[in-house]
């Protein structure tokens, strides 16, 4: 399952797997962040909604570590931040990278560690913050538990070891950490070069652990819980023993709905695995996984023992063409759209936008929310809808009495149901009652989670909405709340947190209010760390390679026509240090060959004086094959993935360790050549 921005179909899709007993859903999300989720239940009893972030906007020293906000995706505008941080020079912005980046610009300081080690870093600090004693000792005490626990594992770093692993000087550790612990607020911010690195989960915990043994978590200007447009609603059984791989037996992880997510490195292995609980068939929501997701020679492997592949996707993508089916929805400018992405705090922002272009009636296509419940109805997954409750649906989309006479109506007809689940079947039911008569079917979740937000939280919506709410029922809150959602495509607020009592009242679900530092299983991953020494090179692949980095000009592979990139390139090309490509001799702009275990490319180079030695990096979404007009077929790029290993992962998460992939680099002859960006995979 993937789309970025493209999540409305979401909750058919995940009601249809429950129903079909469908028991591994994965999603690109797993192949950067279920760790957190992880970490945050552990050591918060946090909602699996929620999202543990910087309040980087207004706190004092921001140390952002793996990340180039000014590019990514993060959860604000990054230039609203940078802003602020040089009107004010008393706030210090550090920016931990192997690379030079727009992020450095303006900052305090740049500490250029070598790739992959972002894990020794934080550990280096967060031994300083015990052996210095520069530890907020009272909150500590007032807010935690298990600190003596893991502060007897840190008191054992070599601080000097983790700087000589990192290949830094100790002081760029040590003042980091002194500064942080001495700032009146002090945040992280990290991204995916610190989420598809080794110990990538140990370096989630890390964080976690630094923030609030300065006691910087849950407070302004500190590290805080990001709320999203779903009700954070504990999970009863979230304690229970979770669902499993068969190949390797990495656990399924909640994050961002209610149920189990999967990194879908781990598919190839599911569907080749001689189990018979292996995978048979496979469905992939607007995805794309032979470019986006690691090891392409093997998936394509496992494509081929499929005796079923459904691909719901708008374009004839490379997944696509060798799908037993292929269901066309629109394009995402022809349908209504929603995203999470635009999260702040204490804010709860929500955006629905509206279609721009007008769909034909004459296209065979409809958005996957409907795909995913058309098969649910002529399937008999659900069975006939309670006439009484189709009577209701009507004035359920028109008025708060009627939203409330439908919810009250469908919690009981669900419950004499009797299904261990009865979200599926209310999820259904909605869609084909009260859908036909919103703006469009399609909507029908936001209808439902203003709903929900209503009667979950009330408080927190008031707060948005204002205190004239305060005194209505939950069916008129909530309706507030969805007219305001369909007359602001631009994004409204939808919810607000209270800064001094929600990080305990809705975030930390322990009865005792207290933080566990030092569950078991991360003070393993911390002495794995500490003990384990990757920055060894290794002479048959010296180089370091990230692979799928964002730039200005990827987009993932949701763009297909080339068009869109500016200038005549190169986009895709393979950025190098000067002392590296001197000693391999490599001009700009030559073409080379990179090699790993898994296989190898051919890609343009680009001398980059802001790599670190040892180190190159290529963007993301290229690879892309095309129709070039004259019936001859062009690769736009090169896939990265052709030389990942599915094997090279986070042993608890399984996310992939792109970030860290070992490559040999060696010069090609090629005297004709042309500066397009492109590449292509090699035997």
């Not at 690109?28 to 945050?40: G, N, S, V």
């Not at 790739?115 to 280096?124: H, K, M, N, R, S």
């Not at 030695?613 to 070039?628: I, L, R, Y």
């Amino acid at each position: 399952m993937g789309g970025q921005s493209n999540h409305l179909g979401g909750g058919n899709l995940l009601a249809l797997y429950e129903m079909l007993g469908s028991r591994r859903w994965f999603c690109p999300y797993a192949q950067e962040k279920t760790q957190h989720h992880l970490i945050e239940q552990w050591m918060f009893d946090a909602p699996c909604t929620m999202m543990f972030m910087s309040d980087g906007l207004r706190t004092n020293y921001l140390l952002e570590i793996g990340t180039n906000p000014r590019v990514s995706n993060l959860a604000r505008n990054h230039m609203e931040v940078d802003r602020a941080f040089r009107a004010d020079p008393s706030r210090k912005r550090v920016v931990v990278d192997p690379r030079v980046t727009d992020g450095c610009k303006g900052a305090h300081r740049h500490v250029q560690l070598r790739p992959g080690t972002d894990a020794y870093f934080l550990l280096g600090m967060a031994a300083v913050l015990v052996q210095r004693d520069l530890l907020n000792r009272s909150w500590l005490e007032a807010n935690t538990e298990g600190f003596q626990r893991i502060a007897a594992e840190l008191s054992k770093v070599d601080v000097d070891e983790m700087a000589r692993r990192a290949g830094i000087d100790p002081s760029d550790i040590i003042d980091t950490a002194t500064e942080f612990a001495d700032s009146p607020s002090a945040a992280i911010e990290q991204g995916l070069g610190a989420e598809q690195c080794w110990f990538s989960t140990c370096v989630s915990y890390l964080i976690r652990l630094i923030v609030a043994m300065t006691g910087n978590a849950g407070r302004a200007g500190g590290n805080v819980f990001y709320g999203s447009l779903a009700p954070p609603v504990p999970m009863p059984d979230r304690w229970d023993e979770p669902p499993r791989t068969v190949a390797a037996g990495i656990r399924g992880i909640r994050a961002l709905a209610p149920y189990h997510m999967f990194s879908p490195t781990l598919v190839p292995e599911e569907i080749l695995v001689d189990h018979p609980d292996r995978i048979r068939a496979l469905h992939v929501d607007t995805s794309n996984p032979l470019l986006s997701y690691q090891d392409t020679s093997r998936w394509r492997e496992a494509l081929e023992r499929l005796d079923l592949l459904v691909v719901v996707d708008m374009s004839m993508t490379e997944t696509a063409r060798l799908a037993h089916y292929v269901l066309p929805p629109p394009m995402q400018y022809q349908k209504w759209e929603f995203a999470d992405f635009g999260r702040r705090w204490p804010e709860i922002i929500c955006q629905l936008r509206r279609p721009i272009l007008p769909l034909d009636e004459q296209d065979d296509v409809m958005p996957e929310s409907e795909i995913y419940h058309r098969i649910a109805k002529e399937t008999g997954l659900y069975g006939e809808v309670p006439e009484e409750l189709v009577a209701l649906g009507q004035a359920a989309a028109r008025s708060p009495e009627g939203a409330g006479a439908f919810f009250m109506q469908a919690q009981q007809l669900v419950a004499q149901a009797g299904d261990a689940n009865p979200l599926p079947k209310l999820v259904f039911w909605t869609h084909e009652c009260v859908g036909p008569h919103l703006p469009s079917p399609a909507i029908t979740p936001i209808w439902m989670f203003a709903m929900m937000n209503a009667m979950v939280r009330p408080q927190t919506v008031v707060r948005a909405l204002g205190a004239e709410w305060a005194d209505r029922s939950p069916f008129e809150i909530g309706w507030e709340m969805f007219r305001r959602i369909l007359d602001h495509p631009e994004g409204v607020e939808v919810g607000r947190y209270d800064e001094e009592t929600s990080w305990r009242d809705e975030i930390i679900g322990f009865e005792d209010k207290r933080i566990r530092l030092a569950p078991e299983s991360l003070i393993e991953q911390v002495r794995r760390a500490r003990d384990t020494d990757v920055s060894t090179v290794d002479p048959e692949y010296p180089i370091t390679l990230a692979i799928g980095v964002r730039t200005r000009w990827t987009a993932n592979t949701i763009i297909r026509n080339q068009a869109w990139r500016k200038g005549s390139g190169p986009h895709c090309t393979l950025h190098l240090s000067p002392a590296d490509a001197q000693a391999l001799g490599v001009a700009d702009g030559s073409r080379v060959r990179v090699s790993t275990k898994r296989g190898a490319i051919e890609i343009e180079a680009e001398v980059d004086a802001g790599v670190r030695p040892g180190f190159a990096w290529m963007p993301n979404g290229f690879g892309m094959v095309q129709s070039a007009g004259d019936g001859r077929e062009v690769v736009y790029g090169a896939n990265g993935n052709e030389l990942t290993d599915s094997e090279d992962r986070d042993p608890i998460s399984g996310c992939p360790h792109k970030k860290n992939v070992r490559c040999r680099i060696e010069p090609m002859v090629q005297p004709d050549r042309l500066r397009n960006g492109s590449g292509r995979a090699v035997a």
